[in-house]
Each structure stands twice: as C-alpha cells, then as structure tokens.
C-alpha cells in the first residue's frame, strides 16, 4: 500500500513538472509577443511622427515658396517692371523649381523613413513570434522530460 502511495506521488510530481513546464511556456511566449507587439507599436508610432514632420516640413516649404514669390512680385513691381517679362519669369520658375525639388526630397526621406520603420516593426512581431514559439517548444521538451523521469523513477521502483 506505501509503496502504490509513493508511486501515485512520483506520477503526481511528475505530471505536476510537466504542466509546470508547459504552463511556464505559454507565459514567456504570451510575454515576447506582448513585447514584440509594443516594440512594433513603437516602431508605428515613429514613423506617424517622421511622416507628420515631413508634412509640416513640406507645407513649410510651400509657405516659404509663396513668401518667395509675393516678395520678388513685390520688388518687381516697385521698379515698375514687368511682371511677365522673360526675366522674372525665369527667377519665378527657378525658385519654383528650386522649391519643387526640396519637397521631393522631403518626400523621398519621408518613404524612405516610412519603408525603415515599417520594416522594423515587422521584424519585430516576427522575432517576438520566433520567440514565443521556441519558449512553447522548449516547455513541451521540459513537460516530457518531467515525464519521462518520473516514469524511469517509476520504472525503478517495480523492477
């Protein structure tokens, strides 16, 4: 009778490590993922802040476009000429251009910064998914360790 007693408690012990090992799983794996799901929310986060500073940064330009314009509008027709002439129309078209190209380029950064930390976010979910499906593998390793020595522990004892 102490003897089955002393075997239900290695089984019991046993089981009890398994599900202790698998359960200790499932919780670091809920916990990579939860990490990997802030990291790549911050990842988001940045790149919503890189593209509103790119759209400031374009309408600051425009604004700075316009200033540009209305000023040399402005000093042209204080000297009383005119404001179609070849001249002014090729300083317009050249601060125009000039201005053109400082968005397009904001753009460029902005998609390029966009595409990175898309990227970034990405790889994050998949390393915290990586992660938490070796920490499952790993626990129902330990579950059938836990298992297996309880049953050599048994095996031993009705030998």
């Avoid at 000039?98 to 390393?127: K, M, P, S, W, Y």
């Amino acid at each position: 009778m102490a003897e089955t007693a002393v075997l239900a408690a290695v089984a019991a012990s046993a089981v009890v490590g398994a599900g202790t090992a698998i359960y200790s799983g499932q919780q670091q794996a809920a916990a990579a993922k939860a990490q990997a799901q802030a990291t790549a929310a911050q990842y988001e986060e940045e790149r919503r802040a890189a593209r509103l500073a790119a759209e400031q940064e374009e309408a600051a330009k425009r604004r700075d476009l316009g200033r540009v314009l209305s000023a040399a509008d402005a000093l042209r027709a204080g000297r009383g000429l005119d404001l179609g002439s070849q001249t002014g129309e090729a300083i317009r078209r050249a601060s125009i251009d000039a201005a053109e190209g400082d968005i397009e380029t904001i753009r460029a950064n902005d998609n390029r910064t966009g595409r990175r930390l898309g990227l970034a976010a990405d790889a994050a979910l998949r390393r915290g998914g990586e992660t938490a499906n070796a920490a499952i593998i790993g626990s129902y390793g330990q579950a059938v360790g836990s298992l297996a020595s309880g049953a050599r522990q048994i095996y031993g004892m009705t030998r």
